[in-house]
């Protein structure tokens, strides 16, 4: 059973949630951008703030049409095909386990600089295994603690925004004037801006995680969360970058790059401020691997549903968690942090790249639902010139890191082949077991007592994929519809069932219909067709009631594109796809 509306989570706890993640950014995206963009950082900063305000409308309008767990996942399974769909989910998850490692690593060296004696990668994995733990208590413990973590985050900006620009006002502009007087870049401002731009690109990860637990939001919560995102990376990371710029020498960045911020705290306010800033750093970015793990968990389940991954991540406990993805998760991101050895630089690539096509894919799922879902109703739209340079951004960054780590950029691609190796094995599983049936078969004479019990278990397990039944509501559609409704079946789902309902009025004749399908079975043999007429009112009632008594999944029943005129939104019916 879903929770009810007063039981999701508000746009406080939402934002403070996703907020966790992108706001961290504040405590090095500055640094960095400054790294490469010198004196004109802040200006690539304001650009990736517009690139941001353009992916609002965009997150926008594709969630406000599918208001389902998933993100770019979400989009592409119902624009594409799940192969596409699964490149995207596949990326998140990277971008998730990098985020959680490196954030609970970059957190113990900011609390190693407190306490020297701390080891900072056995430290990392107690991190990593507590935020395991509160993820399984539930998600409306977990954003409680993301609130506190949030509010003590803000304030702790808003107090240094405040010191700095008192030392600023009080001590001049002479070191504003000799930062801002140093050479560029030999090739000019443009390429000093693009690389700077490329780096600060790393500002407004986590953007996409509020589209990964929708589900588990209040109506409407989810456009303010991309508001209250975009108001905050948009003011705190040019701001900081400017006072940075006016406060402390470029000579002197390179020795305090790893905690820029505390040591500016320090120049500005004093031991107090630097202190408050650095425990603010263990804090946030220990809110940003909880993002990981509420993110995760609901995309994760989401591609269970969809028996992309094994229906054993579907167990839940009393509070409604998926635990066992949660420590498969955690697993994950341990033996990512062993393996690495708790090198950043590795784990920075990872995270980098697989962010910026997440971003990419969902700015082109948005392109694919005007294209093929323009009937479905939403609550707002983005011009699709604007999607295309948004994208054009996001391209750009992507270029611009590989040319700045081309090493990074190789780490990354050996992390996604086995990732995505693992998924097409899943998504291929059916073929995959009929070739091992059809080795097994000619080679069952030298080995005959092996491919006997090979046989019988794996014809058992092939019975079980196809013998899933599958929905689909018709309006009384004509044949061409009708038939790429069987071809999508035939090329995305492992059936050999479909149900075909027409739910109608009184009076109502199908002769027309019937006839249609009988054409239909005959030309797709291998999938048998049942006609069922239901005299009614279409709803999330009548799907509760046909999906409880055939046994048959919500997720596994189809609807064509709805109309403006459509009395449900897309969200009330359980979970019903989208094929047509």
């Given amino acids: 059973m ?47 703030a517009f690139v941001l305000y353009l992916f609002r409308r965009i997150y926008g309008e594709v969630v406000g049409a599918l208001p389902l767990n998933g993100g770019a996942y ?61 993820a399984i208590i539930g998600i409306g413990e977990s954003a409680i ?65 509020s589209a990964n637990f929708v589900e588990e939001q209040q109506p409407g919560v989810f456009r303010k969360t991309l508001r209250n995102m975009w108001v905050i990376v948009s003011f705190f990371n040019p701001v900081i970058a400017l006072l940075l710029i006016a406060i402390i020498p470029f000579v002197e960045l390179g020795e305090h790059r790893e905690s820029l911020l505390s040591y500016m705290g320090n120049v500005t306010g004093g031991a107090w401020l630097a202190w408050l800033v650095a425990v603010d750093a263990v804090l946030v970015l220990c809110g940003a691997v909880l993002t990981s793990f509420v993110g995760v968990c609901g995309l994760l389940k989401r591609m269970t549903l969809d028996r992309i991954l094994p229906n054993y991540f579907l ?72 999607v295309v340079i948004a994208i054009g951004f996001i391209v750009t960054g992507f270029v611009g890191n590989v040319m700045l780590n081309e090493e990074a950029f190789h780490t990354f691609l050996k992390y996604l082949a086995p990732a995505l ?25 030298p080995i005959r007592t092996f491919a006997v019990k090979g046989n019988r278990y794996l014809r058992k397990l092939h019975h079980k994929i196809h013998s899933q039944e599958f929905v689909f509501f018709t309006k009384g559609d004509n044949v061409a519809i009708l038939n790429k409704v069987m071809q999508y079946v035939q090329n995305n789902e492992a059936t050999k069932k ?20 009988e054409v239909l079975d005959r030309a797709y043999p291998e999938i048998h067709i049942e006609f069922i007429e239901i005299t009614g009112e279409f709803g999330p009632a009548l799907i509760d009631d046909l999906s409880r008594e055939w046994n048959i999944p919500k997720n596994f029943m189809f609807i064509g594109s709805p109309g403006d005129k459509f009395s449900y939104r897309v969200s009330e019916l359980g979970g019903v796809r989208l094929i047509m």
């Fill in 498 to 517: 479909l149900k075909i309902v027409n739910v109608h009025r009184d009076g109502h004749s199908n002769e027309e219909l019937k006839k249609d399908l």
């Fill in 2 to 48: 879903k929770d009810s509306p007063a039981h999701k989570l508000n746009e406080l706890k939402a934002t403070a949630i996703c907020g966790n993640d992108i706001t961290s950014s504040c405590l090095y995206v500055s640094a960095l951008t400054i790294g490469f963009a010198g004196q004109y950082a802040w200006i690539s900063l304001l650009i990736v």
């Fill in 145 to 209: 603690v993301a609130v506190v973590i949030f509010a003590i985050h803000l304030l702790s900006l808003v107090l240094l925004v405040g010191a700095s620009l008192y030392f600023v006002f009080s001590h001049g502009f002479d070191t504003f004037h000799l930062n801002w007087d140093m050479p560029v870049n030999p090739k000019g401002i443009v390429y000093t801006l693009f690389l700077g731009f490329s780096v600060a690109m790393l500002g407004i990860s986590g953007f996409e995680s």
């Fill in 315 to 386: 167990k839940e406990n009393k509070k409604g968690s998926s635990y066992r993805i949660i420590i498969v998760f955690l697993l994950l991101c341990i033996s990512v942090l062993l393996v690495t050895g708790g090198e950043l630089e590795s784990l920075a690539g990872v995270y980098t790249f697989s962010f910026l096509a997440v971003m990419a894919l969902f700015g082109i799922g948005n392109l694919l639902l005007k294209l093929k879902r323009r009937r479905l109703p939403r609550p707002e739209k983005a011009n699709g010139f604007v």
């Fill in 421 to 445: 190796l693992f998924v097409l094995i899943m998504l291929s599983r059916s073929f995959l077991i009929q070739a091992s049936l059809g080795i097994l078969e000619y080679l069952y004479k």
């Fill in 74 to 134: 979400n989009v592409l399974l119902n624009t594409s095909s799940k192969k596409i769909a699964s490149v995207a989910a596949i990326l998140t998850v990277l971008s998730y386990m990098a985020t959680a490692v490196i954030s609970a690593s970059e957190a113990m060296h900011y609390l190693h600089a407190i306490f020297h004696g701390l080891p900072v990668l056995v430290a990392t994995v107690v991190v990593l295994v507590l935020f395991t733990i509160l």
